[in-house]
């Protein structure tokens, strides 16, 4: 179980208020309008942003006063989500301990970026990228990513109609096949019908 119980975080003069449960394995997708928190979430969720009073727990344990490191977390952030001077294949990979990276991780990174129609793109910078290319890549990584906890930040924005209903296909089989406990946050709601199991409408207070 992941637990969102009363916590509060000032931000921008305002408070922020969050109380929710997630059941191990299943897809939240977050709304609301625009700064009404939802962003402010996952990065207090990851450890970015201090509260001011509340519990984050996973599993029965408090993340509150864990460093980011040690959270059990993988996150796709709005932006900047891959290192400009790596190749995609070494960003592909960062994240994963071990190095070389074995040859499982590799043959599922090999069959994602095929199934997302990115494997030309593997041997190339990211500044060669387009922001959609660029996009399902971060998306592979932090799916693929060991951590229980996903954390995804508008993951399809920049993806045209067509390979969105892709990317929110793969991101559904990848979260239920690795029983990844998933916040996203989407203004599409076609994404909320593809991926989500429940929603959560966050509301200023
Ligand atoms: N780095 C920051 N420092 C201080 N205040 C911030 C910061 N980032 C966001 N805020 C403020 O916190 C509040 C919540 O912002 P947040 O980005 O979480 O909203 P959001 O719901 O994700 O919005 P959007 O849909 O536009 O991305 C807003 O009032 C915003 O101005």
New binding site residues.
Partial sequence: MFEVRKLEIE??G?T?KYDFKLKTGHVLAIQ??????????L?AVAGFVNSISGQILWEGQTLNGLSIDKRPVSYLF?QNNLFEHLSVMTNMTLGFGERPVNSDLLDQITDAAHELQVSDQLQKMPGALSGGQRQRIAIIRTMLRPEPLVLL??PFAELDPQTRLLATGWVRKVAKKYKKTVLM?T?QSEDVEQVADSVLM?KQS
Wanted: proline share 0%; aromatic share 0%.
């Fill in positions: 931000r921008d305002k922020l609301g309008l625009s700064g009404v928190g939802k962003s402010t979430l990065s709005q930040d508008e946050v203004h966050l």
